[in-house]
């Protein structure tokens, strides 16, 4: 179920976004996103939280979207794309009643020393995360 809401955020993403998941290969194309996050705690529902069975029915989700360019420009640009794009929009999950996501900052644009380009020059990156609730129907 939890990979279901992943590829659920990404489908969200527009083809002329390039996403990676995940991880990133060793060459990367720029600009891009990097959705990964956690594995979210499973909850059971009912009036007091918890079910009678105890079975999880409720998931909840930190959906982090990173965003990495050769500029701060086109990190702006990728971030403005990716956050219209998921910002407050509900994920489509077969069996599931997702909430619409909620996007807030985790880490502002900074440039990633620990990659060097060729010509010395080194990317830019930024992160954001998504709240995600999701019920089983």
């Known amino acids: 179920m939890i990979r279901e809401h992943y590829e659920a955020v990404r489908a969200l993403i527009p083809a002329a976004v390039r996403v990676y998941a995940w991880s990133v290969p060793d060459t990367p194309t720029y600009p891009y996103v990097c959705i990964w996050g956690d594995l979210g705690n499973e909850s059971s529902g009912g009036p007091d939280g918890d079910s009678l069975q105890d079975v999880p029915d409720v998931l909840s989700l930190n959906v982090r979207a990173t965003y990495a360019g050769l ?13 219209s794009a998921l910002n407050r929009k509900t994920p489509a999950v077969a069996g599931w009643s997702p909430s619409p996501l909620r996007q807030s900052s985790l880490m502002d644009v900074q440039t990633d020393t620990s990659v060097t380009l060729t010509g010395g020059a080194h990317p830019v990156f930024a992160v ?3 709240a995600l609730v999701s019920s089983a129907l």
């Open 71 to 83: 500029t701060g420009d086109s990190v702006l640009i990728v971030a403005r794309n990716v956050r």
């Open 128 to 130: 954001d995360e998504f």
